[in-house]
């Protein structure tokens, strides 16, 4: 990742909009700040959430709260605390979400 032409500002979370995308159970809420090419998000999963796709794009997610299991599409899964992260490329290993309790994550992509 190249970090270029983006000056030097914070976010405060609380006032960025926050919008529902359905899961196959649950839903994500998502606040969504873009710079330039970067995407950055604070995510909540709602307790019981299970992802609706396999997803391709590359992450850096961060695990803030609650728990998050992630499957990859060959049948590996991995669970995921406050305080650990995965990274994975873009097209690199498909993966997917859930969470039993819900889980806030902070997302770089």
Known sequence: ????????????????????????VGVAHWRTQNFGAIRVRL????AGYIGAHWCAKGHI??????????EL??????ILFP?????????AEAHRSSSVKGAMLFIVD
């Not at 995510?43 to 709602?46: A, R, T």
């Not at 997610?61 to 992630?70: A, I, K, R, S, T």
């Not at 599409?73 to 991995?78: A, P, V, W």
């Open 1 to 24: 990742m190249h970090i270029a032409d983006i000056p030097f500002s914070t976010t405060d979370w609380s006032t960025v909009e926050r919008v529902a995308h359905p899961g196959q």
């Open 43 to 46: 995510v909540e999963y709602s």
């Open 61 to 70: 997610l961060f695990c803030l709260d609650g728990d998050l299991e992630v």
């Open 73 to 78: 599409e060959d049948g590996r899964k991995f």
């Open 83 to 91: 305080g650990s992260s995965y990274q994975v490329a873009d097209n």
